[in-house]
């Protein structure tokens, strides 16, 4: 498929949305808004730091003097285990519908050092953080349908800590976005008999355009309908529908594509690049989920320079999402990063 490199709408067949591309505007000058840049010198233990191993949490915990990753409940969960006793919802009003949401909320430190982030860190220190997210995982996804794994980069990201940490929250409830990925992945399966994502997989690696990262089980591509300027969704290649189901091979060499793509989005500007990033996996309570591939989505705002965001406002908010870089050209600057991180020298 050429590039479209004229106006245009994509549609993003797993939720149904639609973003309005217009490549045209790249050549437009900026005045809007410029965040601050990154800070890098961060010292490896911060004695403020509620995330650093013996330091005091907020409910005067303290945490333990931990070597490579550690899980603790959030101090501010968003989901309580049960649900708030004593009110009413009327199940049948159509303007004021309500119903009761529990759940369980954790935090995942990805490593014990304040100053290393995802892509800084080793391989065997990333397989410590892969296998976090399946043990948890697995252990909430036997108690709730809907478990999400994601981390949230960078203060621009809303993150309130430096310091390389995720989250894990698990509801009963189906989440918006994996009832929207159900619904159109199992329409796809019944229209065509065969898998979305698989054969999404399948056509990327021929078309080869949007490609960033490809290895044995794992792919990077820029998402044909991306939204964000250096949106990436990464892929199972394999038949796997849930990260509990991933073995040990499987989860290595997710750990070569986590480590590959930070490095990448870090060298597009020289920065600690922010980002939120969330695994997608198939509802727990589902009794056919054949039409499910475990995939997770990166999704950067930065636009121009490690100062210039992208703002969803207006059309955005308003309309449907709009974007000037095509997915074709974010995928080739991608690619054209060093694979050394830029910290480590070229």
Not at 46 to 51: D, G, M, Q
Not at 130 to 145: G, M
Not at 161 to 177: M, N
Not at 217 to 245: C, N, S, Y
Request: with cysteine; hydrophobic share 35%.
């Amino acid at each position: 498929m050429n590039d479209f490199e004229f106006t245009h709408r994509r549609q993003n067949p797993l939720t149904g949305d639609w973003v309005l591309v217009s490549p045209h505007r790249n050549n437009r000058p900026w005045l809007g808004a410029t965040e601050e840049s990154s800070v890098d010198d961060l010292a490896e233990h911060e004695a403020t730091c509620p995330l650093c191993p013996g330091n005091a949490r907020v409910n005067n915990e303290y945490n333990p003097d931990y070597q490579n990753t550690f899980v603790f409940v959030n101090d501010f969960g968003a989901l309580l285990t049960e649900s708030a006793k004593g009110q009413d919802f009327e199940p049948n009003d159509p303007l004021f519908k309500a119903n009761f949401a529990n759940g369980e909320c954790r935090v995942v430190c990805f490593s014990p050092k304040h100053n290393k982030s995802l892509p800084e860190l080793s391989i065997t220190e990333i397989n410590a953080v892969v296998d976090t997210w399946q043990s948890n995982y697995v252990a909430l996804a036997s108690k709730y349908s809907c478990v999400h794994v994601f981390e949230n980069k960078g203060a621009v990201m809303g993150c309130s800590q430096p310091h390389p940490h995720g989250q894990i929250w698990a509801h009963d409830h189906l989440s918006t976005e994996i009832l929207l990925e159900n619904t159109n992945q199992l329409s796809y399966q019944k229209q065509y008999g065969s898998n979305l994502l698989n054969d999404y997989v399948n056509r990327e690696i021929d078309e080869q355009s949007r490609v960033v990262i490809e290895n044995a089980h794992w792919l990077v591509v820029v998402p044909f309908w991306a939204a964000w300027p250096f949106e990436t969704m990464l892929v199972a290649k394999d038949d796997i529908r849930h990260f509990g189901q991933l073995n040990q091979e499987q989860k290595s060499s997710l750990s070569f594509a986590l480590q590959a793509l930070t490095i990448c989005y870090d060298n597009i500007f020289n920065c600690s690049f922010p980002y939120s990033m969330g695994w997608h996996s198939a509802p727990s309570n589902l009794d056919d989920d054949s039409h499910w591939r475990l995939h997770a989505h990166f999704y950067p705002p930065l636009l121009r320079s490690e100062s210039v965001k992208k703002h969803m406002v207006g059309y955005e908010m308003l309309a449907e999402s709009q974007r000037d870089l095509s997915a074709e050209t974010a995928a080739k600057i991608l690619r054209s990063t060093a694979p050394t991180h830029y910290k480590h020298g070229k």
